[in-house]
């Protein structure tokens, strides 16, 4: 058991890892082969891993309604949305182009309300698949709603930021103020005066800033993936150290 | 009479046409003198079409003697050679020829390629102008720093993105695809086909055209093979610091394990894990952990997986409830692997909730507003945020805020740190996230490696120093030494 939990995977990350490393420095084609041949079997895992994560959805949500947890009603919506969402992706193919007879009520329903009524052309029309219109007309949107909110949420954020409480936040408020000047559209000669103020911030302090924290970054990846090839670093696998 | 004269201009279109849409099978044929090319089949076509106005076919036909004369003036390179392009995979040649005297924005050259001597010929993706970046010094990874490499132009001849046509794009049932809009989808076909190897020959002409579009070739047809390389020496100085900055890792991870008593410098926001786990038991309100919104592959997701290790160790050890929604389905199932040994180590198995692991969705913002909900009805009462993210961190974390919990961050991500700082009550920076797992466990091996990123972090401040100071005083092979591709 223990080689199989342990010893197994840390053999296969130091060899991946290894192999990996090498990679990097082979022009051959052997050495693209073999990170497409990985990348296959990240989607593969990727794959077959979403089915899990499915039941782990499903599994968390019925729980929630068997136990009727506040809020379960929710719970619903998960089922609904989900099973409304995979039937429209089994059931319509994803070309659009789809015979009028052979779909039925449902792509007549589909074709009248959603995509307009164009005439009918020998029996075949273009419908919408509900799939993709679904997603753009619900999932799109929403997420876009939830996007837009982030700009209230920069504004409550910039202002308990920019208080000027203490020295650094001083200097902060006025960086910021000079930055913001710079590059807020509103009036062409502010923009024209503090524009090579602004830059000169953004390039210069911010950037020399952003270097230094990229450097640690970078060096930090490698220390990481230092331990996990050499197997020092084994919290990942579960059962601790 | 008009139709005579239309059939006419259609005719003498369509000769000039033809005299101008394959220029290469000329010099194919014996890569003989250079050949100046008659204007193209649209030129042509202005031309048929000026029989009536006979002022402005002066003026063009001006124009067009001007235009050719002045490609005739062109100097051409003294030498063309075709080679292999250097550190690649064998699918690519280069023509390599001096600067030529006469090079100005109004010429470009163009490269034709085929299998052949004999042609077909097909034009090599894009068009290099005359201008400096197609010099050997605009790569000097490959070409070095040496002053001939600002003389000498270097065009790469990708073999593998030269297009020699469309065909109809076939489904499984062998029938002709087509796309949202009911057009036919087509897929290119390209002169490197399956059949075709490293080590295969091509033939190469060089062009140089106007901005008429006349073509010129430049020297004879010339033939290659391109070759494979295996090790790209253009990366070597990449090569050598990652490995001597592994040998001084693994060595002061050596060192550790004799001298356990490294001093590391205090972290605040991992001093503040334990204070905030014990604030969520005192107050008997559930922590919140995310682990990011980058995949397992993602070493920031790594770096947070192993925190949360830790993490749940110490929440195991209190008896509090630990909730993780998941974004990915691989990180779900590694979280709770973590989670269960953890609970295991702290000798709690029993306490262990799968449920409290769980996958919420791949969709960025609705796994926001869906974590943003379990902040709003479970008010957890410490919150981390431990990975990478994206647009989404300032609205988890905002409400995580208003919901009063103590929130500890850590990420990699530049963008991002702005927010967690203004609205986390600790942050942990760039490489503190990665330190993080060392930091907490507290073990030796793991805490030397931190030393050894210490020492590479002391080689770079030394080089940009001592850089900068040499760059100053004109001194650039440090500069030099350190370009890569």
């Known amino acids: 058991m223990t080689f199989w939990k342990k010893k197994f995977p840390i053999a296969l990350a130091f060899i991946c890892g290894v192999v990996m490393f090498f990679r990097f420095f082979s022009p051959s084609h052997l050495a693209d082969q073999t990170l497409t041949e990985f990348s296959d079997w990240d989607i593969i895992i990727s794959a077959v891993a979403s089915f899990l994560g499915i039941f782990s959805l ?23 949305g989900f099973t409304v969402m995979a039937l429209a992706g089994f059931l319509f193919k994803v070309d659009t182009k789809a015979n009028l007879y052979k779909d039925g009520l449902v792509g007549v329903f589909m074709r009248m309300t959603l995509h307009g009524s164009p005439p009918p052309t020998e029996g075949v029309t273009t419908i919408v698949n509900p799939f993709n219109w679904i997603f753009m007309n619900f999932m799109v949107s929403l997420g876009a709603t939830m996007f837009a909110l982030l700009a209230f949420y920069i504004a409550s954020a910039a202002f308990r930021a920019f208080r000027a409480k203490t020295r650094e936040a001083t200097v902060l408020l006025i960086a910021a103020l000079l930055v913001m000047v710079g590059r807020v559209p ?5 923009n024209t005066a503090f524009s090579p103020v602004s830059s000169w911030i953004m390039n210069n302090p911010n950037m020399a800033a952003q270097r230094g924290i990229i450097f640690g970054i970078v060096l930090s990846q490698i220390a990481l993936s230092l331990r996990i090839i050499f197997g020092i670093e084994r919290t990942y696998m579960g059962g601790g150290d | 009479m008009i139709k005579h004269t239309t059939v006419l201009i259609l005719v003498l279109a369509a000769v000039l046409a033809l005299a101008t849409s394959v220029p290469a099978q000329q010099g194919a044929k014996g890569g003989g003198p250079p050949a100046a090319k008659a204007p193209p089949a649209a030129g042509s076509a202005q031309t048929a079409g000026r029989a009536h106005t006979p002022a402005p076919a002066d003026a063009a036909a001006q124009e067009s003697a001007k235009t050719k004369a002045a490609l005739d003036s062109f100097i051409m390179p003294a030498t063309v050679e075709l080679i292999d392009y250097p550190n ?11 600067k030529s005297p006469s090079e100005s924005p109004n010429f470009t050259y163009v490269v034709y390629v085929s299998k052949s ?12 102008s005359t201008s400096g970046k197609i010099l050997m010094s605009a790569n000097p990874a490959d070409f070095g720093w040496a002053e001939e490499t600002s003389e000498t132009h270097i065009i790469q001849v990708e073999l593998a993105k030269v297009k020699i046509g469309e065909e109809a794009f076939k489904g499984r049932d062998g029938m ?13 076909l390209m002169l490197w086909d399956k059949s075709t190897r490293p080590g295969s020959t091509f033939y190469v002409r060089l062009i140089v055209t106007n901005k008429s579009g006349i073509e010129r070739q430049v020297g004879p047809v010339l033939s290659g093979a391109p070759v494979e390389q295996w090790a ?10 990652s490995v001597l900055f592994c040998v001084v890792v693994l060595i002061f991870i050596a060192y550790a394990r004799r001298n356990p008593n490294l001093f590391i410098r205090k972290i605040p926001g991992l001093s503040a894990v334990e204070e905030a ?4 038991t005192e107050m008997g309100k559930p922590i919140l952990y995310l682990n990011g919104m980058d995949p397992i592959g993602s070493l920031n997701t790594l770096a947070s997986i192993n925190i949360l290790g830790r993490v749940s160790r110490k929440v195991a050890e209190y008896d509090s409830k630990l909730i993780v929604p998941c974004r990915d389905p691989i990180v779900m199932t590694v979280s709770q692997e973590v989670v269960r040994g953890a609970y295991a180590d702290a000798g709690r198995p029993d306490a262990y909730r799968e449920d409290n692991i769980w996958y919420v969705t791949m969709e960025q913002f609705a796994y ?8 709003l009805r479970e008010r957890p009462a410490a919150n981390f945020f431990f990975g990478g993210y994206y647009a989404e961190s300032l609205l988890l974390t905002e409400t995580g805020a208003s919901t009063g919990a103590i929130q500890i961050s850590g990420t990699d991500a530049l963008t991002q740190l702005p927010f967690f700082i203004t609205t986390c009550d600790y942050t942990l920076i760039g490489e503190e996230l990665y330190a993080a797992s060392a930091y907490l466990a507290r073990e030796p091996r793991l805490l030397g490696s931190l030393r050894g990123q210490d020492i590479g972090k002391m080689f770079i401040l030394v080089v940009v120093v001592v850089g900068t100071v040499l760059a100053s005083l004109g001194k650039v092979w440090l500069d030099h030494m350190l370009v890569t591709k």
Do not use: C
């Open chain 2, 232 to 241: 790209d020496p253009a990366k070597a100085n990449n090569f050598i610091f």
């Open chain 2, 277 to 280: 786990v014990g604030r969520a």
């Open chain 1, 186 to 190: 509103l009036w062409d000669f502010l």
């Open chain 1, 58 to 80: 499903l599994h968390n949500h019925y729980t929630k309604l068997r136990r009727k947890v506040p809020g379960w009603g929710y719970s619903i919506v998960v089922y609904v």
């Open chain 2, 368 to 375: 926001t507003a869906a974590v943003n909900g379990i902040m």
């Open chain 2, 176 to 188: 002709p695809q087509k796309n949202l809009e009911g057009e036919p989808i087509k897929k290119d």
């Open chain 2, 88 to 98: 690649d995979d064998g699918r690519s040649l280069a023509l390599k020829f001096p």
């Open chain 2, 117 to 128: 001597a004999g042609g077909p010929w097909y034009r090599a993706t894009g068009a290099a």
